[in-house]
């Protein structure tokens, strides 16, 4: 059972960010109804920001309203996940490309401790809050606000326990960690373009074999 969420003002928004992650992952099929009181129950919420939560879903094409029998879940299909990461390799690549020409060496220290701590966190809080972070200060460095604007909404779509709970994932993060920074030291806008790359597509690879592996496709 998930630990219970903490009133504040942005419940709602957690409660879109659990759901958004369990339709993601596969824990929540396209065709499936998203009973309130159910997920209200587990997340030790009242309804109404679970109701909040899917109508706010509703606007991201992640689930829709059927009258008189409630919230479903909206088709998925492998394509469209594909078409998720295409835009986010788009996006981090144009601003891992940009980073290598703005990042002071300040901004660049920052970076580097970063990924040195996520090297020896535990934890999916940890591991994921770190994640975020490392390319949120890329992000930026670049100097892009709607770009890295674009790229945390995209991003919100990427199921981040499939990751962390996976041990080979931390492995290549620190490994596509220590590329990207190789590059920002160099201001190599070349090797950040393949750093950049090579990470978003490693992020597809894992996150399609996981869904092939629950059978998500079966349902569509």
């Known amino acids: ?3 219970p969420l903490t009133a504040r003002p942005q419940l709602s928004d957690e409660v879109a960010a659990h759901l958004r992650e369990a339709i993601m992952s596969g824990v929540l099929r396209p065709g499936q109804f998203v009973r309130l009181d159910a997920v209200a129950a587990e997340l030790g919420v009242s309804v109404t ?3 909040e939560a899917l109508l706010a879903l ?3 094409d992640m689930v829709e309203l059927e009258p008189r029998r409630g ?3 909206s088709p998925l299909s492998r394509r469209d996940v594909e078409d998720m990461f295409r835009l986010q390799a788009d996006l981090a690549v144009q601003l891992a490309v940009r980073a290598t020409e703005l990042i002071t060496p300040e901004q660049l220290q920052h970076v580097s401790q970063v990924a040195l701590d996520l090297a ?5 809080q940890e591991l994921s809050a770190l994640e975020y972070e490392f390319h ?3 992000n930026k460095a670049a100097a892009a606000r709607k770009l890295a604007r674009f790229l945390d909404m995209a991003s919100r779509y990427v199921p981040a326990r499939v990751y962390t709970a996976d041990p080979q994932w931390r492995l290549q993060v620190v490994a596509d960690h220590a590329d990207l920074l190789a590059a920002l030291r160099s201001r190599d806008p070349e090797a950040a373009r ?3 790359l090579r990470h978003v597509q490693d992020g597809e690879q894992r996150l399609l074999r996981h869904l092939d592996a629950v059978g998500m496709w079966s349902s569509n």
């Open 194 to 196: 393949s750093a950049a």
């Open 71 to 73: 919230f479903v879940v």
């Open 49 to 51: 920001p679970v109701r």
């Open 58 to 60: 509703r606007g991201e």
């Open 1 to 3: 059972m998930a630990r």
């Open 120 to 124: 020896s966190a535990v934890g999916h």
């Open 136 to 138: 949120r200060l890329i």
